[in-house]
């Protein structure tokens, strides 16, 4: 089954700390995608950083890098030095496969940024 | 570019009213989605359409929701009788699907509230 799993509800964490999202993902195609979003309290929702199955190094863009372990089926994201204003809802997404191209999320993970 | 344009923003209506949600897709944008949000379920796939066609409408919770994609820059879901239960935000979003596994560009989404 294609499933994508965030398995913390909400973090508290403080300014200037590093802060990790976990996700685990199921798909049994070997190509597949892996995104992260963010939602902040406005309500739209921002795409962040995307991952292939086949990308040899993580993803990182700017204070976002993607820890992905394949073998574990696991991608989390890694903010570096977080601010307040990365308090926001945060979402794991996956596109399942090659032959199928729809874009499924986790249920999410609302992190606070604490001064 | 004006982004992915939903209308309208915000719906109330009572109980046993149809509803109709509007989407205008990226131009160039070959997919397009649809989602429900809600606290309980989180971030739902209904159907996605790829070059007007509905691909997977597995997500569609019942008989009473349809969608159409009449062409390239134009989609509608549709709730008729709407019931209470089916107030949630629910967002269009369009991606550029020819190249693989590209981000999702999301609508801001329309605040459906049902009385």
């Known amino acids: 089954a294609q499933k994508i799993t965030q398995t913390q509800p909400g973090m508290f964490v403080q300014e200037k700390e590093a802060v990790t999202l976990d996700c685990t993902y199921d798909t049994s195609d070997p190509s597949y995608g892996l995104f992260w979003y963010k939602q902040p309290s406005s309500g739209e929702m921002i795409f962040l950083i995307y991952q292939g199955s086949y990308d040899q190094q993580n993803a990182t863009e700017g204070r976002y890098s993607l820890n992905f372990q394949k073998a574990r089926k696991s991608a989390n994201l890694v903010i570096s030095a977080s601010q307040l204003g990365d308090s926001a809802m945060y979402f794991c997404?996956?596109?399942?496969?090659?032959?199928?191209?729809?874009?499924?999320f986790g249920k999410g993970t609302r992190l606070h940024i604490l001064p | 570019d004006a982004g992915v344009i939903q209308s309208p923003r915000h719906e109330v209506t009572e109980m046993g009213q149809e509803v109709t949600l509007r989407c205008k897709p990226i131009?160039?944008?070959?997919?397009l989605f649809w989602y429900r949000q809600t606290m309980m379920r989180g971030l739902e796939l209904l159907i996605y359409?790829?070059?007007?066609?509905?691909?997977?409408d597995s997500g569609m919770p019942e008989d009473r929701f349809s969608a159409k994609m009449p062409n390239a820059s134009f989609s509608t879901l549709k709730i008729q009788p709407s019931e209470p239960r089916d107030s949630a935000v629910y967002f269009c979003?369009?991606?550029?699907?020819?190249?693989?596994?590209?981000?999702?560009?999301f609508g801001q989404g329309t605040r459906l509230t049902v009385v």
């Open positions: 359409f790829n070059n007007n066609v509905p691909i997977d």
């Open positions: 979003a369009s991606s550029p699907r020819e190249v693989r596994n590209t981000e999702a560009f």
């Open positions: 131009s160039g944008h070959n997919s």
């Open positions: 997404a996956m596109s399942p496969g090659y032959r199928d191209d729809k874009i499924i």
